[in-house]
């Protein structure tokens, strides 16, 4: 990805990219699923209708089964018969004949049985060598009660069959002489379903309030235990899946008299979803032509935006190198080219500046000469005091040659410009000789104290720390209050996981500070510059110089009472790795 962070032109062509590509996405989701919807909605409402159709279709069907009974009744010869407890030969041979013209006068029906409650006796016209339906003759060899019509699926084999058992009653009487089972196949509800079947559709034929599944044009019905939870109401739709496919069941109830029945439909989602795929594809293709117009529309646009800046870019590193003789491209109006007139101006000003520059410091280079030629060489000044010193040795004057001593060490110690940071053990060896000094000059009007734990000496400071502060207790708070009082030097180290936090303060009892010099103290100090020629200038400069150091890990704190306490508090937060 570093290729993206760095170039200006890619960001701006992916960035016309996904202003391009995102709103046609959406687009297309939305319409895709908008589509999807008022597809899948139309497609249902019209199957409704067709299957509205096929399941009147069935209505008459289950009508014509019902009524095949009938023609027992308009044959009074046959009604005699059946009415007769005894059964001569030529009445079986009658009603064995009857039975069989009923079996033959539908190719779907598998079997035909008269059981006669009065005889005691069953004709039966069937299939022949049908195993399985031997077996289920011999199940329903029985007669069921009362005035009603019983529907029932079997299974012959692998298949169902639609056992229809219809008592015959002997009108105007209530006698019931004997129960006429019809074993209907589904060859005629194939029929009348398979006229509106397409290759991936599915029907189920689900029959009384039990929804026993009679009819399924998929060898695979292992769904119907799942329809049956999901139907609810004389018609609608429920997701689900068949045979691993997601789609869509939509059914419609009907009922024939005393006899439920539902017909189910299973569409798939792929021909439910086909147009609205056809729809997206042809947009895809239109916005697949639209985002290449728009990548090279983006390409050229990020060109000609893009060429401007390489030129200035080039105008900058040919600045940097100090070759100021840049020139100026081709005049644009808009905020680029107003950028590149900018930048040509300042250049310009850059150069004016550098050539000023370079002026001043030839002035300011002679006249550092001339001071340091009129200054003292430092190596001197050290051998003049230590000459003054061995004099007073041989004098006996050994307060003074101390005191010599002390002056050339404070001197070396602060002249050496090349050391920044040092052992707090130095900068309290120079404190020591610098107030020797001063108490030599107060006598017994100022006196000092030092404390400080041993592992605190070894800890690297700044150099030229503490001399300001207690510079500061004297000239401001002795010399200008009582002009006399006592300066404490007090230092504590306390270990924190791996960092030392090294606390000094400074603390006497002299004039004190004002609350308005102290606000004003910690202004200059907010102000985050070196302050010069001004009123405890020592002061700001100490606390600018750690925060440089130290950062976020330097703190600071004042406080006075005057003739009883003022303190300077610093708090530094070393690092043990690093000190």
């Not at 959406?26 to 096929?54: D, G, P």
């Not at 306390?494 to 103290?521: C, H, Q």
């Amino acid at each position: 990805m570093n290729w993206l962070k760095r170039s200006l032109f890619s960001k701006l062509l992916i960035g016309m990219l996904l202003a391009a590509v995102v709103p046609f996405s959406l687009s297309n989701l939305i319409a895709y699923q908008t589509t999807s919807s008022s597809m899948k909605q139309q497609l249902i409402e019209l199957n409704h209708n067709s299957m509205e159709i096929i399941s009147n279709h069935l209505k008459l069907y289950f009508q014509e089964l019902n009524m095949l009974s009938g023609s027992f009744y308009v044959d009074p010869q046959l009604m005699s018969y059946l009415r007769s407890e005894y059964t001569p030969p030529l009445q079986t041979l009658y009603i064995n004949n009857k039975v069989n013209a009923m079996y033959i006068s539908r190719p779907e029906f598998h079997a035909v049985r008269y059981i006669s409650h009065l005889k005691k006796q069953a004709f039966t016209s069937s299939d022949v060598g049908n195993s399985e339906l031997e077996r289920l003759l011999q199940e329903d060899d029985r007669h069921i009660n009362a005035e009603s019509t019983r529907y029932d699926v079997k299974q012959m084999g692998n298949k169902q069959v639609l056992l229809i058992q219809k008592n015959l009653i002997d009108y105007p009487k209530s006698t019931i002489l004997g129960t006429l089972n019809m074993y209907i196949g589904q060859g005629e509800i194939d029929k009348l379903i398979h006229s509106q079947l397409s290759a991936d559709d599915a029907y189920f034929l689900l029959i009384k309030n039990e929804q026993q599944l009679l009819y399924s044009s998929r060898e695979d019905a292992n769904g119907a235990v799942y329809i049956q939870t999901k139907l609810q109401g004389g018609r609608g739709s429920f997701e689900g899946e068949f045979n691993g496919k997601e789609g869509v069941y939509i059914y419609v109830r009907n009922q024939y008299k005393d006899f439920p029945f539902t017909l189910v439909k299973f569409v798939p989602a792929a021909v439910i979803y086909q147009s609205a795929h056809q729809t997206l594809n042809r947009s895809l293709l239109i916005q697949f032509i639209a985002i290449a117009f728009v990548i090279l529309l983006a390409m050229v646009l990020s060109y000609f935006t893009i060429l401007p800046v390489k030129r200035l870019i080039r105008n900058i590193a040919r600045v940097e190198n100090g070759r100021f003789d840049i020139q100026k491209g081709n005049k644009r109006t808009d905020e680029l080219g107003l950028l590149e007139d900018r930048f040509y101006v300042m250049v310009r000003n850059l150069d004016d500046l550098m050539n000023r520059e370079y002026r001043y410091r030839l002035e300011l280079s002679t006249a550092q000469l001339k001071m340091l030629q009129a200054q003292i060489n430092p190596h001197f000044l050290y051998n003049a005091l230590q000459s003054i010193g061995t004099e007073a040795l041989k004098h006996g004057a050994y307060e003074m040659s101390d005191k010599i001593s002390e002056l050339g060490s404070i001197l070396r110690y602060s002249m050496d410009f090349q050391t920044e940071i040092v052992m707090l053990e130095l900068e309290l060896k120079h404190i020591e000789d610098y107030m020797s000094l001063q108490m030599g000059r107060f006598k017994n009007k100022l006196s000092y104290t030092l404390s400080c734990p041993p592992e605190a000496r070894p800890m690297k400071v700044p150099k030229m720390l503490l001399q300001p502060l207690i510079e500061n207790s004297i000239v401001h708070g002795i010399e200008k209050g009582s002009g006399f009082g006592f300066i404490h030097l007090d230092i504590e180290c306390d270990t924190e996981d791996s960092a030392y936090m090294l606390r000094i303060r400074v603390i006497d009892n002299g004039k004190g500070i004002t609350p308005d010099t102290m606000e004003a103290i910690r202004q200059k100090y907010a102000e985050d510059k070196l302050h010069y020629g001004q009123n405890g200038i020592g002061l700001i400069n100490v606390l600018q110089r750690l925060r440089l150091c130290y950062g976020s890990d330097f703190i600071w704190e004042m406080s006075s009472v005057p003739y009883e306490a003022t303190i300077i508090s610093l708090y530094i937060n070393i690092n043990q790795n690093e000190g």
